[in-house]
């Protein structure tokens, strides 16, 4: 069974909704199906993805409890986490996943739900192939056991992260009991200079705001920086909402968005996609509509960005130094900075752009897909990745691995001497056989540069796809716009 992109029946919204109303409130007050007792919100999941980390603990509660999945048809699984990314492997080849990935493969079978295994075409990260497929759609609600389940807030959508017991309350339910967050909104003005992506602006924003700005809230980005973004680049926004501290992060879908979902293979065909345009082109924000928070960001300030410390808040233009950890005036702040510098191996006042780097990684949900490597491929054309760098590529998914291949990109990244490899979460997540030697230092398309995220002791500096692949050709962290210019 195709899922509809109506699943209203199931959903009521709250008739005692009135006054102006954000982008947020229209699709959540479209989901509650009651307020419970402890001020909660049940509310309807229109669209469940799984991955394999979280969902074995959940199939095993609904065996004990001897219940089935409720709606099936509503839920898609896909291999991401624990896979390995070398070409042709299969799900033995990881030793450390077989078991997970096992249990994956029978639990989705035994309920009657799609599978995108290793060896299906579609096949991606979670926050990859749940858009791309059309599973994901403007307006719905989507929830899956990953905390970056915020991705698809680019085309419109609620998604939540949700932990293991959720995702067995999901499977039974189709529900959710959620306290419901609260409204913000991040306005971003301005057009981006040359060499600046929206890698760039989150990651500015993040260093502006702090880590702990949007916590427990719905942030809207809106603004026209945002409203000239390609869809793609608007799931990279909403992606890092997560390291905003936000529940959910989500842009207004317009035509540039409903271009993007058509024709994809879960989307409404016809006459239904035209009834569903229609439907979606009421998710906008009143224009006299309340925020608890809300904030502007300046693109035009905004340079090449590149992390320094092991939190996203530690994060400044590639053409600064490293911060002096006595410039913040919070002591919680100037103690957690000395800590990063420390781990880091970086000193005060050294400049960012010349810190040599040993590994170069291109992927992860927040930059693998098509637009991230084209524009990774543009700087590596015709040159060299820097001796003693260890330089890899990993496409989101088999979908977008398939795209560059078409377009030629595997080749421009082979011949530069990048390792070009198969489908997953690779080196964002260091579960799998990608890692960061202890010391070792990454700079990294992905999302979080914490202590041993990459492996054990291993140094991550978060930037742009272009950026990267900068580094990578140089040997050290550079400013990309120096590359575009040469």
Sequence with gaps: MTPDHKTSEHKTADPSVTGPRSLFDRIWDAHVVKRLEDDRDLVFVDRHVLQETTSAQAFEGLARAGRRVMHPELTVATQDHIVSTLPGRDEGTNPGGTELLGLMRANTAAHGIRHFGVDDRRQGIVHVMAHETGFALPGCLLTCGDSHTSTVGGLGAIGLGVGTSEVEHVLATQTLAITRPRNMRVTFDGALGRGISAKDIILHMIGQLGVAAGRGCAVEYAGPAIRALPIEARLTICNMSIEFGARLGLIAPDDATFAYVRGREFTPTGAAFDRAVAEWRDLVTDPDARFDRD???????????????????????????????????????????????????????????????????????????????????AVARGKRVAPNVRALVVPGSMSVK?????????????????????????????????????????????????????????????????????????????????????
């Design 295 to 377: 904030f502007t960001i300046d693109c035009r300030q905004v340079a090449p960005q590149v992390t320094w410390g092991t939190s996203p808040q530690d994060v400044a233009g590639v053409d600064v130094a490293v911060p002096d950890p006595a410039q913040f005036a919070d002591h919680r702040r100037r103690d957690l900075a000395a800590a990063a510098l420390s781990y880091m191996g970086l000193e005060p006042g050294t400049p960012l752009e010349g810190i040599p780097i040993d590994v170069a990684f291109i992927g992860s949900c927040t930059n693998g897909r098509l637009s991230d490597l084209e524009a990774a491929a």
């Design 402 to 486: 398939r795209e560059a291949e078409a377009l030629g990109l595997h080749r421009i990244f082979e011949n530069a001497g990048f390792e070009w490899r198969d489908a997953g979460c690779s080196m964002c997540v260091s579960i799998n056989e990608d890692v960061v030697a202890p010391g070792a230092r990454c700079i990294a398309t992905s999302n979080r540069n914490f202590e041993n995220r990459q492996g054990l002791r291993s140094r991550t500096h978060l930037a742009s796809p272009a950026m990267v692949a900068a580094a990578a050709i140089a040997g050290r962290i550079t400013d990309v716009r120096k590359e575009m210019t040469a």
